[in-house]
């Protein structure tokens, strides 16, 4: 197994520290860049290993998924197959719904209990309102433990919002510490929270205290940096990407618990050129991978993918979700998360995340199989 790094992620900085600096950098840091490296990369490797007829898969989650299955689709000569896990390619231009994400997020905490939707969906106008001027602001920054006081109601806002909308990705069924350290059903966990407390407690400590269980499940936080623009999980670089070629338009419905917001390729594109000087390419990926009327375009030129989603991410609707063919495979799961199959096998493993693993494993096997059987025949 080879993990490969992203170019202008972890340590590939190909400029080093200057790598973010400008457009005239950051203009290298593309999916078709990273494409084209991964392809060098596996040539490179297997002629070094004198294994140049050895069959090749290709693994990716979540971003990672989306690139493994667009490899397949540009290098077929490289990658005999792709496992692409809660990658979604459809969430692009107007082919899934723009409010689907906030509305499977909505629903995650909905299906858990009716209260904890209507208490997290209720607390936007109470932080707004109590956050309208400095006393409150004041008062707000005491109630959420923030190590400097907030300038912004909205700072508060979007911390609750990053809480509750990463919690629904990792909703995985096992302790884990993909984001941050959880328990298992951590949405299940949240809701609890919120429904222990008597009706008539103060809301904004109902939210307080289920954030809480996203950041400080540890107990080891004395504070929390809500303000500091820090950058916990190395974003740094998919910033450049959403303002470039990446632009998923999402929107916020009214029966999401989350406020109504709305989407513009305009605002996105001033936003863009504001912080980075360049405007998006809102139709490139569409372009340059397709993606409208996937079906029926895999069905009659793709093969051997698959792509696994778990229906408690968010992800997963913008994912491919039904068979294509009987090579380019959907693997749904109701209760996985965010690429919940590349996840180490653990104890508490559920029978459906088994099996879904030794399914995905059974049908790489036939690919390989057949790869094989291919390369034994004659050619003229
Ligand atoms: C890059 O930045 C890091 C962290 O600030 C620093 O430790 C390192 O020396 C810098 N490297 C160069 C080549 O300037
Ligand atoms: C293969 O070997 C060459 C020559 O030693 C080296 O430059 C290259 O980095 C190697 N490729 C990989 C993928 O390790
Ligand atoms: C984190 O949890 C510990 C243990 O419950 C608590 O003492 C501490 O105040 C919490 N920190 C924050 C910032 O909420
Ligand atoms: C918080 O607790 C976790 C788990 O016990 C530990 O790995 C981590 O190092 C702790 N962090 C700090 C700042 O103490
Ligand atoms: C919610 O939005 C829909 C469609 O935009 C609209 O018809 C409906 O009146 C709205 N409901 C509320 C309560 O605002
Ligand atoms: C796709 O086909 C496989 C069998 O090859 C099946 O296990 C799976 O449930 C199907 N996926 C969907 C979404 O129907």
Not at 28 to 46: E, M, P
Not at 62 to 79: I, N, Q, T
Not at 115 to 128: G, H, I, M, Q, R
Not at 152 to 168: D, E, K, M, Q, V
Request: proline share 5%; hydrophobic share 35%.
């Amino acid at each position: 197994m080879v993990d490969v790094q992203h170019r202008f992620y972890g340590e590939s900085k190909p400029f080093g520290n200057d790598s973010y600096k400008s457009a005239q950098t950051l203009g290298y840091l593309t999916s078709t860049q990273a494409l084209a490296d991964f392809a060098v990369l596996i040539r490179s490797l297997k002629h070094n290993l004198s294994a140049e007829d050895a069959p090749v898969v290709v693994f990716g989650g979540s971003y990672g998924g989306m690139l493994a299955s667009w490899f397949r689709l540009k290098y077929p000569h490289v990658a005999i197959g792709a496992l692409a896990s809660s990658a979604p390619i459809l969430q692009f231009d107007y082919i899934t719904p723009w409010s689907s994400f906030y509305d499977a997020v909505s629903q995650d905490y909905k299906s858990e209990s009716l209260n904890c939707f209507s208490v997290l969906k209720a607390t936007w106008d109470v932080l707004d309102e109590r956050g309208a001027n400095d006393k409150g602001l004041l008062e707000l920054s005491k109630l959420f433990k923030a190590c400097k006081t907030v300038k912004y109601a909205y700072s508060i806002r979007n911390w609750l919002w990053t809480a509750f909308t990463y919690t629904a990705m990792v909703d995985y069924p096992t302790p884990a510490n993909f984001l941050e350290n959880l328990p298992a059903y951590p949405v299940k966990e949240m809701c609890k929270i919120i429904d222990g407390y008597p009706t008539n407690t103060d809301i904004l400590e109902k939210a307080f205290a289920a954030a809480s269980l996203y950041y400080n499940y540890t107990g080891n936080l004395t504070c929390n940096p809500i303000e500091d623009e820090d950058d916990p999980h190395g974003l740094g670089g998919w910033q450049w990407q959403a303002c470039t070629e990446m632009i998923m338009p999402m929107t916020v419905s009214n029966e999401s618990m989350f406020p109504p917001s709305s989407f513009s390729y305009h605002d996105r594109s001033e936003e863009c050129l504001e912080s980075w000087g360049v405007r998006p390419r809102p139709h490139w990926v569409t372009t340059e991978y397709g993606g409208y009327k996937i079906d029926k375009v895999l069905k009659r030129f793709g093969s051997n993918i698959i792509f696994s989603n778990g229906m408690r991410d968010p992800w997963s609707r913008g994912g491919v979700l039904k068979n294509i063919s009987s090579s380019i495979i959907a693997l749904v799961t109701e209760k996985g998360a965010h690429h919940l199959d590349f996840r180490s096998a653990t104890k508490g493993d559920p029978d459906w995340v088994i099996e879904q693993r030794r399914q995905e494993v059974e049908i790489m096997q036939g690919w390989i199989d057949q790869y094989h059987q291919d390369m034994a025949e004659i050619y003229y």
